[in-house]
């Protein structure tokens, strides 16, 4: 109740304009909500929790450090006794990262908060800090996953395994195993890989653990020590390596390849006999002069258009000739998953100090309140709030994370992340 009139008394204009840092909310209001926001964000966090955490730089422009340490050779010459070695230095390497502002604000009428059952800057405070969450940690995600240490998950098919050299060729059967995940921890060991509290921490989407918790070497979350810290989102273990779920976890979905956002088509019943057209179901627009495309599995580009609306189909006109016409029912999809429209999933299996990003506190992430009154308003009618952030990552080690990809029974129907 008593809070209630605080955020009641917050609203009502009598007070100036002001946001989280201004006098016009006390100190113990501001240090609420910048909690509730940080309390709603952190937990959607999942990238950052697994990444060494650098300040902000202040006074020193966009520009932040990160730092890697590299691990001292053998010595393997013996000591002269009761002579001193001559000793070495330590070898740092910087990597520098450009810091970018991100952030949303939400805004609210005086007749929204004189008629609204919940406390109007609760509830904003809530929906705000979801979003930064979300937004923050998709940065990261994006960085991370841009490393250079890729396995394609291996084409399983009636009792024959075979590897898989690209994304693009990622097929149906190549769902993630325990023994890519033994593959990846053994790619990480090889390499000196330092563990995260005694592991190696995998991210994970839900769609793909499903392939993986039906394995007899799953240890759910629940059967753990009670010693043992549990991670946010975290739901097993398997091979020496904990297990991080979020639907937030990265997918390469196929190119959009239609003015309407289509990212396939299916080569119509009655395609057109030319090698350098194909007619397809649906009627589309362009989506741009030149779009990439795979036809068929194979690499193409569609360079022209042509719907018919009477008769539900679009002729595509392609770059390069085809060696034979297209089958029906072949698929047309945009490049950046598999070559039959399927969309990639990754794993990222990480040791320590993999990559790094800024951290929260000391300007990372702020909350800020404008009351009713504020600026060009004066018949006291509009409030809001809102978050802004100042954010990067960067890899710091590429052996030390492995991007596992496969495909998995949902890849069909998963659009967006």
Not at 13 to 31: I, L, N, Q, V, Y
Not at 120 to 144: C, H, M, P, Y
Not at 296 to 322: P, Q, R
Request: with cysteine; aromatic share 6%.
């Amino acid at each position: 109740m008593k809070l209630l009139k605080i955020i009641l008394n917050l609203f009502d204009g009598s007070t100036s304009p002001d946001t989280t840092t201004s006098p016009g909310m006390s100190a113990e209001m501001k240090t609420y909500y910048d909690k509730q926001l940080l309390t709603n964000a952190e937990p959607l966090l999942i990238h950052d929790q697994f990444a060494d955490k650098k300040p902000i730089p202040q006074g020193s422009g966009k520009t932040i450090e990160f730092r890697r340490f590299a691990s001292l050779p053998k010595a393997l010459t013996a000591l002269t006794e009761a002579v001193t070695p001559k000793g070495q230095n330590m070898s740092v390497s910087a990597i520098t990262a450009t810091v970018k502002q991100y952030g949303n604000w939400i805004q609210s009428s005086d007749l929204l908060q004189m008629t609204t059952i919940d406390p109007v800057l609760d509830e904003r405070t809530k929906i705000l800090g979801s979003q930064a969450g979300r937004t923050l940690d998709t940065i990261t995600r994006e960085i991370a996953n841009g490393g250079t240490n890729v396995q394609y998950a291996h084409k399983v098919s009636g009792g024959q395994k075979a590897p898989t050299y690209s994304r693009g060729d990622l097929t149906k059967d190549c769902h993630l195993t325990r023994d890519e995940i033994f593959r990846a921890a053994a790619t990480l060991k090889a390499k000196n890989a330092p563990t995260i509290d005694g592991k190696y921490v995998a991210i994970i989407h839900p769609y793909t653990a499903y392939d993986i918790m039906s394995s007899d070497d799953w240890i759910d979350v629940n059967k753990y020590s009670n010693a043992t810290k549990i991670f946010n989102g975290e739901i097993g273990s398997l091979g020496g390596v904990r297990f991080v779920e979020t639907t937030e976890a990265k997918v390469f979905l196929p190119g959009k390849i239609f003015g309407g956002g289509e990212s396939s088509a299916v080569v119509a019943a009655e395609a057109a006999s030319s090698t350098t057209t194909i007619k397809v179901s649906g009627v589309f627009t362009k989506a741009s002069t030149t779009v990439k495309v795979y036809v068929n599995g194979t690499a193409n580009t569609i360079t022209a258009v042509s719907a018919n609306s009477s008769e539900g189909t679009t002729t595509l006109t392609l770059g390069t000739a085809l060696a034979a016409a297209v089958p029906a029912g072949s698929v047309v999809c945009g490049t950046g998953a598999s070559k039959s429209a399927g969309a990639v999933f990754s794993t990222l299996v990480l040791g320590a100090h993999a990559y790094a990003t800024t951290e929260l506190s000391g300007g990372g992430l702020q909350h800020i309140v404008k009351q009713l009154g504020y600026g060009d308003d004066p018949l006291n009618q509009r409030s809001s709030s809102g978050w802004k952030a100042t954010k990067t990552a960067a890899i710091l080690n590429q052996f030390y994370m492995v991007r596992i990809e496969s495909i998995n029974d949902y890849s069909a129907v998963i659009s967006e992340n």
